[in-house]
């Protein structure tokens, strides 16, 4: 029998405004990083000082583009693991409302989980899930694609299509920016399948990285993605094959179709020739984990039950889940909501068409839509007059006028706003608010003691070992954390490359310092290479900043990571940012010295790549 | 109304109901459900300007 292991990695999106100032992303996420040093118990991340390690065996770090990410300890029950999703959020808000109360009245400091953005930037926040196995890694696409694909009908956040600027709903925005089958890019060329398998733990385990996913709100779509997605991850390496004869034609199509499908009814074509919809697929998941639970863990029957009744629903009723998965949820509310402002469905796909012509009519003379007003568009030096002229015919032959357009735009804004606070951390989320009132039915039995979770580790596994370590050691002069480790004072280390470790194995007393706590190509490259530092000097940021990037796997995007970080190493550890007094200095450093590290990573990789553009 | 605990093969409340009083039981939950939704975004976007709001979480980066 498998023993499944897993945790979620969740970014979140933060934005700050003091008075009506909006505040700068690295300032709050340093604020962030200060606030969790002083007021949780824990260790220095060994990868990266933007991050700690907590004593619930957490790690809360800032990742590219300044957004907080809560990845929670390694847990062993679908349920544990949403209880320790949770407990993360619960902290962010509490660092959240700590940075607010440090900056004063006039401040508001806001978290979301919120997958993607509407401004036409591209950017996503990703909720990575990772799952421990022992399958031969190449055998995984095949069996697991059929079902990332077809999950996505209960475990799709829901919201719009980022791609476009009409307010088209669909089941799981974030997942339209997933341009491939297979892909080993975690940070634009996504796929449906990661192929990375930097295991994290020691000789003969993997680990499934899944990118396809979105951070949800309901307890009910999350232990089902988690539950159900380990299951099949068991099957596959109990050699049950859960993906035969599931094989789809084109994964990508298939992904978009169940994407933007909110019947849930949509065929998929499969490889074999016929037709399958996405609960069909589910179907035949469900009933081979229910055919073999001999040979998955206890907690299988459980997560087989909340599967089937939830199918039964998507298939039978499905306005039972809106008030039970998060898409639905939406669903419903935006809906409403454009009904009270007037729209009905087929005035909103009538304005939408109009937003469309306009977009192709700019797009004829090379002018990007986004960005552009209604207003600029129905002056008299309009760039589109004859397009404007005929559309304004179309708008009179249903009795509309531009007004209803630009009443139908503000509607979209705030239905784009709507979204993006639906998961907004803490009580002015609404999706938190409409769960105080009692009107949804997603709650599921043990996803309870949250508060506890934010200081306790799980019971079982190396989550348990890192989480009381880190408790002895906190405050602690050199002690670090990594994923497989734990280094002491002492230069002693907790070997943690067991995921399934219940006893404390140490070993040293002097262990090198750059060990196993970090991945192999980041601890050879980091220590060996650091040029002979000629402190203060543009060189040595420049230099220190491409190693960095190098080490990182030459990601395209964020290139601030990594000059921070090399501005942080200049200054002897304190967290990148300006320092107060020391801002006007650094700022100019900065913009001398960018020109230089970017002409480096334009010779390696081409140029860096902007924030601007839809594939990100 | 008592939140629900979604862990064994219970139907949803409401869900299975096919009777007039059934149906009358749904519309009084979607009802209640609306109005909570409305309130709840309302409070949520309580003095707020959406297209002010969404410039400023313009996001750089991310993933």
């Not at chain 1, 179907?283 to 599967?307: M, T």
């Not at chain 2, 869900?15 to 007039?20: A, L």
């Not at chain 2, 009802?31 to 409070?43: K, Q, S, V, Y």
Request: with cysteine.
């Amino acid at each position: 029998m498998v023993r499944p292991m897993f945790g979620v990695e969740s970014e979140y999106a933060i934005a700050g405004v003091n008075g009506r100032e909006p505040m700068r992303h690295d300032d709050l996420a340093n604020r962030l990083v200060r606030v969790a040093r002083r007021q949780l118990t824990h260790l220095p991340d060994a990868f990266s000082s933007w991050g700690v390690f907590l004593a619930n065996g957490a790690r809360f770090y800032i990742d590219c583009g300044f957004h907080p990410e809560m990845t929670t300890p390694e847990c062993t029950t679908p349920w544990e693991l949403a209880r320790y999703i949770k407990a993360g959020e619960r902290t962010l808000e509490r660092l959240a409302e700590e940075v607010q109360a440090e900056a004063g009245a006039a401040t508001e400091i806001m978290c979301f989980r919120c997958n993607v953005e509407y401004s036409g930037t591209g950017s996503t926040w990703g909720c990575h899930e990772s799952y421990l196995h022992r399958a031969d890694p190449a055998s995984l696409p095949e069996q697991l694609i059929p079902h990332l694909v077809t999950r996505v009908i209960y475990s799709g956040a829901g919201g719009f299509n980022p791609l476009v600027n009409w307010p088209e709903f669909c089941v799981a925005p974030r997942l339209l920016h997933i341009q491939r089958a297979i892909s080993g890019d975690s940070t634009g060329n996504r796929g449906i399948f990661h192929t990375k398998n930097e295991s994290l733990a020691g000789d003969g385990y993997n680990r499934l990285h899944i990118l396809c996913g979105e951070s949800l709100c309901s307890e009910t779509a999350i232990v089902l993605k988690i539950g159900t997605t380990a299951l099949v991850t068991a099957m596959a390496e109990e050699g049950l094959k859960p993906g035969a004869g599931l094989r789809l034609e084109s994964p990508i199509e298939a992904l978009h179709a169940v994407s933007s499908d909110v019947t849930c009814k949509r065929k998929l074509k499969l490889a074999r020739g016929g037709e399958a919809t996405a609960i069909e697929i589910q179907r035949r998941l469900l009933e081979l984990a229910e055919r073999n639970r001999e040979v998955l863990p206890p907690w299988a029957d459980g997560i087989c039950a909340l599967w089937r009744l939830t199918l039964g629903q998507l298939e039978g009723a499905p306005d039972s889940v809106a008030t039970v998965l998060d898409w639905a949820i939406k669903h419903r509310l935006f809906q409403d909501r454009a009904a009270r402002r007037g729209i009905s469905v087929q005035r909103s796909a009538f304005l939408s068409s109009i937003i469309q012509r306009l977009n192709a009519a700019l797009a004829d003379i090379g002018v990007q839509s986004r960005g552009v007003r209604l207003s600029s568009l129905l002056a008299p030096e309009s760039p589109v007059p004859q397009q404007v002229a005929r559309i304004e015919k179309d708008l009179a032959a249903e009795k509309l006028s531009w007004d209803d357009l630009d009443h139908f735009l503000n509607l979209r804004d705030e239905l784009y706003q709507i979204d993006t606070r639906f998961g907004q951390i803490g009580p002015r989320g609404i999706f938190t608010e409409l769960d105080r009132r009692g009107v949804l039915d997603h709650k599921v039995a043990a996803i309870d003691q949250v508060e506890v979770a934010m200081d306790e580790p799980p019971a079982l596994g190396r989550a348990r070992l890192r989480g009381e370590a880190i408790r002895r050691l906190s405050g602690q002069g050199q002690a670090v954390c990594g994923w497989m480790s734990v280094t002491g004072p002492d230069g002693r280390k907790l070997d943690l490359s067991d995921p399934f470790a219940a006893v404390e194995v140490w070993s040293g007393p002097t262990a090198p310092p750059d060990d196993e706590g970090a991945p192999p190509h980041l601890a050879g490259d980091l220590a060996s290479d650091i040029p002979t530092r000629p402190e203060g000097t543009h060189d040595f940021i420049a230099q220190r900043a491409y190693q960095l990037w190098q080490a990182r796997g030459r990601p395209r995007g964020s290139p601030e990571v990594d000059w921070l970080e090399a501005v942080r190493e200049l200054r002897g550890g304190e967290p990148a940012g300006d320092p107060p007094g020391d801002s006007g200095r650094l700022r100019q450093m900065r913009i001398a010295l960018r020109g230089r590290y970017d002409r480096l990573r334009t010779r390696a990789q081409g140029p860096p790549e902007t924030t601007q553009g839809p594939h990100r | 109304m008592r939140q629900r605990e979604r862990q064994d093969n219970r139907p949803p409340s409401g869900g299975g109901g096919d009777s007039g009083g059934g149906l009358d039981h749904l519309r009084e939950q979607a009802n209640r459900f609306l109005a909570a939704g409305d309130e709840a975004i309302n409070h949520a976007l309580a003095d707020s300007d959406s297209e002010a709001f969404l410039r400023a979480n313009r996001q750089h980066g991310g993933e």
